[in-house]
């Protein structure tokens, strides 16, 4: 059981190019997120998606698309990278059972726009 | 939509002591705040979570304290040890749904042997 893999832990692209993260858990959660974070700002959503089939913009939505591939995968793209989406990116997905809620984190992907 | 802030930003405290970190959030509706625990490099993950139902919430050194009227929250870390120095976040959410889950700006704890 790996919990949540996210993919690459780093990445240095150049401003314009496009590059994909990729995500997946194995917990069988319905729910799965992006999330970046900045220093002194914490962590802002991208983009959810609650189901498969169904992906939803976050707090911080603009230069990003998502695509929920299956249950099980959920993968990030940023299209033309700008400095400004340098940053640390998380990939989580959400238990919802017995009351508790909690969001599983992958490690980590640090992002670098030149 | 909801803002949550959180106070203060880094906190230092000599091992052994207590800590408290506090949060306010903006929209009446939240009711569930949990707090995660960002070691140095790491993932976050969930330390201790508090419902609107209930004041306060403990979990061995770990208490979560809610005022739902003054709309404030704080985490409190007692006999503190070297392996609590990390980036604690607090966080809001409306109807249990981590979807519209709001961070705080986190506080970077530094324990003090």
């Known amino acids: 059981n790996a919990g949540v893999t996210q993919t690459p832990k780093f990445q240095v692209l150049k401003t314009g190019q496009s590059m994909t993260l990729q995500c997946a858990q194995d917990?069988?959660?319905?729910?799965m997120y992006w999330y970046r974070q900045d220093p002194g700002m914490g962590l802002r959503l991208i983009y959810y998606?609650?189901?498969?089939?169904?992906?939803d913009k976050g707090e911080v939505p603009n230069g990003y698309n998502v695509s929920r591939l299956n249950k099980r995968e959920f993968s990030l793209r940023l299209e033309s990278a700008a400095p400004s989406q340098t940053s640390v990116y998380f990939c989580?997905?959400?238990?919802?059972?017995?009351?508790?809620?909690?969001?599983?984190f992958g490690s980590g992907t640090q992002l670098s726009v030149l | 939509g909801e803002n949550v802030e959180q106070h203060p930003s880094t906190l230092s405290v000599q091992e052994g002591d207590s800590a408290v970190i506090k949060c306010t959030y903006s929209?009446?509706?939240?009711?569930?705040f949990p707090w995660y625990k960002q070691e140095l490099g790491k993932r976050p993950q969930l330390i201790i979570d508090?419902?609107?139902?209930?004041g306060e919430k403990k979990d061995q050194r770990i208490a979560v304290t809610l005022n739902k009227t003054a709309k404030h929250f704080s985490l409190h870390i007692t006999e503190t040890q070297p392996e609590d120095s990390a980036v604690y976040f607090c966080?809001?959410?409306?109807?249990?749904?981590?979807?519209?889950?709001?961070f705080g700006t986190g506080t970077r704890l530094t324990i003090i042997p």
């Open positions: 989580a997905s959400n238990l919802k059972a017995g009351g508790v809620e909690k969001l599983f």
């Open positions: 917990m069988n959660h319905n729910s």
């Open positions: 998606s609650a189901s498969e089939g169904t992906t």
């Open positions: 929209d009446s509706a939240s009711n569930y």
């Open positions: 508090i419902r609107s139902n209930v």
């Open positions: 966080a809001a959410s409306i109807d249990f749904g981590n979807e519209k889950l709001t």
